[in-house]
């Protein structure tokens, strides 16, 4: 909810963190401000004020024994889950282009992999996939749309198994997944395809490969 320039912004902030036997959902909400004036029209936002924690649900397996080395490396990562809540001050960037990119205090970009995207809802992908040095592009074979696939999720366990299968450069491979797709300046207007868990994947026969 973001006020008037110099006024600071309230938020509300729903997170789910998962590990194999533990899983926390806090819920949060505090107060935000707005910096202007940042290279290429970005904003900078600076999450103030240490979050009022709503709730918390945590969940450890219960074939887990209490006082076990398990039980003790569980409930050290639930302590750090709840540290990482309780942080004064987080530090933000965004382009305009839907998505959050977290900085240190100067607005320094900490690096790829702390960008958050403003994603679409999950949805079922099946195609060819095609993986090369600079691009990996996938083809649905049920919409006829072409996609560029992002680097993250599940594409490193995609590039191994492609590795595997493909023969030939720049062959396509049978692809099935449950996917989710974000918004990129340097993509068409599909943007740019999140493969979030791998369903199927296997080496095309020539005479069912759509093209």
Same mark, same amino acid.
């Given at each position: 909810?973001?006020?008037?320039?110099?006024?600071?912004?309230?938020?509300?902030?729903?997170?789910?963190?998962?590990?194999?036997?533990?899983?926390?959902?806090?819920? !949060?909400?505090?107060?935000?401000?707005?910096?202007?004036? *940042?290279?290429?029209? /970005?904003?900078? $936002? %600076?999450?103030? @004020?240490?979050?009022i924690r709503l709730k918390g649900v945590l969940t450890i397996d219960n074939t887990t024994k209490s006082g076990s080395e398990l039980f003790k490396k569980q409930m050290k990562e639930f302590e750090e889950?709840?540290?990482?809540?309780?942080?004064?001050?987080?530090?933000?960037?965004?382009?305009?282009?839907?998505?959050?990119?977290?900085?240190?205090?100067?607005?320094?970009?900490?690096? !790829?992999?702390?960008?958050?995207?403003?994603?679409?809802? *999950?949805?079922?992908? /099946?195609?060819? $996939? %095609?993986?090369? @040095?600079?691009?990996?592009?996938?083809?649905?074979?049920?919409?006829?749309?072409?996609?560029?696939?992002?680097?993250?999720?599940?594409?490193?366990?995609?590039?191994?198994?492609?590795?595997?299968?493909?023969?030939?450069?720049?062959?396509?491979?049978?692809?099935?997944?449950?996917?989710?797709?974000i918004a990129d300046a340097t993509s068409e207007s599909n943007g740019l395809l999140v493969i979030k868990r791998l369903l199927r994947m296997?080496?095309?026969? *020539?005479?069912?490969?759509?093209?």
């Amino acid at each position: 909810m973001q006020a008037a320039v110099g006024v600071d912004s309230y938020f509300e902030l729903h997170k789910t963190l998962i590990t194999k036997a533990v899983a926390y959902g806090p819920a !949060s909400r505090g107060k935000y401000s707005v910096s202007y004036g *940042l290279p290429n029209h /970005e904003q900078g $936002i %600076t999450i103030i @004020d240490p979050p009022i924690r709503l709730k918390g649900v945590l969940t450890i397996d219960n074939t887990t024994k209490s006082g076990s080395e398990l039980f003790k490396k569980q409930m050290k990562e639930f302590e750090e889950m709840q540290e990482l809540l309780a942080t004064p001050e987080i530090y933000f960037k965004t382009d305009g282009n839907e998505k959050l990119i977290q900085t240190n205090r100067s607005f320094d970009a900490k690096g !790829s992999k702390f960008v958050l995207y403003k994603r679409s809802s *999950l949805f079922t992908v /099946e195609g060819y $996939i %095609t993986c090369e @040095d600079s691009v990996t592009e996938f083809f649905e074979r049920n919409t006829m749309k072409k996609w560029k696939v992002a680097s993250l999720c599940a594409i490193d366990s995609v590039k191994i198994k492609y590795i595997e299968l493909a023969t030939e450069p720049s062959e396509g491979i049978y692809l099935k997944a449950l996917a989710y797709s974000i918004a990129d300046a340097t993509s068409e207007s599909n943007g740019l395809l999140v493969i979030k868990r791998l369903l199927r994947m296997e080496k095309s026969s *020539l005479k069912n490969q759509t093209k």
